[in-house]
């Protein structure tokens, strides 16, 4: 099997006008120096672009060092990362499965002991772990302002489950239709790294399609290391992509992004697959609509999607798209990139609701300074650990790193973790943070930040905030430009 560092240097990259591509498998510490004293980019071993490619800026070269770094050291804890999220979520759904604590100690006494079925609705990972929360707020109704936003994170949580535990989900507590689960081919990793799912329900008159993309794993090295990534490919007419992101929803390994490819039923790519459903379910509906939704990874993904729609000119879906609502979204491309889909915004009149909470560390990668790539788009609905919030240009302290919010972060992490024992009391039993969720916020006495990035904050934003904040007719119109 061909590795994706591979690949980055014997794939046609014709369908792009330039690119930058990191492969960081195989670099060594002498290799890490020179980057910092050498301009010429392309002559490094780990970096792919085109030759001559030079950077005056020691700035950039010090921001692709620490990627490369990052990158290095996610590689190196991948397996045990991975196990310790397995012993994590095994122990939960182990007591689970045997009726609990003090049962479970009886069956392994009598020899009865059941282990848990990851197939079953009631297995829940470790983001299920932290939210158990599957019904939607009844007090948010259609005419509600909060109503898709609220529809839509609880989508987005939900995409990370199993496909058991999302159909009794849409059918049984939200008393919608569930329209399957989707699981597609990266051309480049040759795996099935693109998850989602996709239902239907109404609000008020006219059917409501979702889509949802499976988001980030928090034990997930590769994951992490994709948000880290500053690899990226320049569309024509497009700008500057994180190409990870692009070969998750099915950048063609050797032609980029073809109208059409040949139908495969055993390697689906995600963007062929998600628009031909959509297209059928709407030639059977012509009044219904669509949105698309995800947190973390699948924030970005649901960003890049109608970027592409928008590139191959499909204008009646377009005119389908009811909206785009991202939690925690990465940066996903530079500043043409921005002007490029604020102009498919404003041209099909689509909204853009793009959900920050407070101090999450992911909204703020890839990082974005005055001579790099990455520039989110239009504003953000923000929201500080109050849950009150506001639509701003820019998440306060955009790259995270500040000497001046250490402080003020690490105090609102341990704001965080108190609040989470006396919540409830306020809100009521629905806002009862679970022992994984408790436990999870005491990381953010290490890495503030980091805890915020989970979806019960983004839960609580979209049911405890103002409605008034979400009659903003979008984020991406509230402010103009490209930040």
Not at 436 to 449: E, K, M
Request: proline share 4%; charged share 20%.
């Amino acid at each position: 099997m061909a590795t994706e560092d591979t690949c980055t240097k014997t794939c046609d990259k014709s369908f792009c006008e330039d690119h930058m591509l990191l492969s960081p498998k195989d670099v060594g510490l002498w290799d890490l120096i020179k980057l910092l004293f050498s301009k010429n980019l392309g002559s490094r071993k780990f970096i792919d672009c085109p030759v001559g490619t030079t950077e005056e800026s020691f700035s950039l070269r010090f921001v692709i060092f620490i990627s490369v770094v990052a990158q290095k050291f996610l590689h190196l804890i991948y397996k045990p990362l991975g196990l310790v999220g397995s012993a994590i979520e095994f122990m939960p759904n182990f007591m689970h499965a045997n009726g609990g604590f003090f049962k479970l100690l009886l069956n392994i006494v009598t020899g009865k002991m059941e282990l848990p079925n990851k197939e079953l609705p009631e297995y829940l990972t470790s983001i299920g772990l932290l939210d158990i929360r599957r019904d939607l707020d009844n007090r948010i109704k259609h005419d509600d302002p909060r109503y898709t936003s609220a529809l839509a994170i609880m989508a987005a949580k939900s995409a990370y489950e199993n496909e058991a535990y999302i159909k009794e989900t849409v059918e049984k507590h939200w008393k919608m239709e569930f329209l399957g689960i989707f699981d597609c081919w990266n051309d480049y990793e040759e795996d099935y790294t693109t998850q989602g799912f996709m239902w239907s329900g109404k609000k008020g008159d006219f059917e409501l399609i979702g889509v949802s993309f499976r988001g980030t794993s928090p034990f997930s090295a590769k994951d992490w290391s994709s948000d880290v990534d500053l690899s990226w490919y320049k569309l024509r007419g497009i700008g500057k992509v994180h190409a990870g992101f692009l070969k998750a929803l099915g950048l063609q390994k050797s032609q980029g992004w073809p109208k059409d490819i040949q139908s495969d039923n055993r390697k689906p790519y995600a963007y062929y697959l998600i628009r031909q459903k959509l297209k059928e379910r709407l030639e059977n509906n012509p009044n219904a609509k669509f949105l698309l939704t995800g947190h973390s990874l699948g924030a970005a993904l649901s960003v890049v999607f109608p970027a592409i729609l928008a590139y191959h000119n499909e204008t009646d879906l377009l005119s389908k798209l009811e909206g785009v609502y991202t939690f925690g979204q990465p940066r996903v491309g530079d500043h043409e990139f921005g002007e490029y889909m604020q102009e498919v915004l404003v041209t099909h009149g689509l909204s853009y609701h793009r959900f920050v909470y407070c101090n999450d560390l992911v909204p703020r990668v890839p990082f974005d300074s005055s001579d790099m790539y990455y520039k989110h788009f239009g504003g953000c609905h923000y929201y500080n650990s109050f849950y009150k919030g506001q639509v701003l240009a820019e998440e306060p302290n955009k790259n995270y790193f500040s000497i001046f919010a250490i402080i003020p972060m690490f105090a609102n992490a341990f704001w965080e973790l108190l609040r989470s024992f006396i919540m409830h009391y306020q809100n009521g039993l629905e806002y009862f943070e679970t022992y994984a969720c408790r436990g999870w916020r005491v990381t953010g006495l290490l890495i503030a930040g980091l805890p915020a990035h989970g979806p019960p904050d983004y839960v609580n934003i979209t049911r405890l905030g103002s409605p008034e904040l979400l009659m903003t007719k979008s984020a991406d119109q509230s402010t103009n430009g490209v930040n």
